[in-house]
């Protein structure tokens, strides 16, 4: 009883709480920002492990895989901040689209 009571309620909540797009928006950018650190950064590990003559390791990403990576990292570090069709009011919230992305960098 108590379990449906409260599932009841954030099902209606949602409906009037805008704000909670942004909630879940907010995660993805600085996600993104890491993912995209992370890629480029093992291609400076392999510059690194090459310079000094160490072995390649027992695992090891394919190349192509990591390029892909960078570029979807990219594109989702990019797309944010343009704007939608009907002008930067536009987005899925009530204020201005990219919030999110400015509090991401922000945290």
């Known amino acids: 009883m108590r379990l449906t009571l409260v599932s009841a309620i954030c099902k209606v909540a949602i409906h009037y709480l805008k704000g909670l797009e942004i909630v879940v928006d907010l995660q ?4 993104n920002v890491f993912s995209f650190l992370l890629t480029l ?14 072995p390649q390791s027992e695992f090891r990403a394919w190349n192509w895989v ?3 990576a960078l570029a979807v990292n990219v594109y989702l570090l990019v797309l ?3 704007p939608p069709q009907g002008g930067i009011y536009a987005g899925d919230v009530s204020f201005f689209y990219a919030t999110y992305c400015i509090v991401g960098l922000a945290m």
Do not use: N
């Not at 993805?28 to 996600?31: E, K, R, V």
């Open 28 to 31: 993805s950018y600085p996600a």
């Open 41 to 54: 950064g093992l291609f400076f590990v392999r510059k690194r492990r090459k310079a000094i003559g160490a």
């Open 66 to 68: 990591l390029f892909f």
């Open 80 to 82: 944010p901040w343009l």
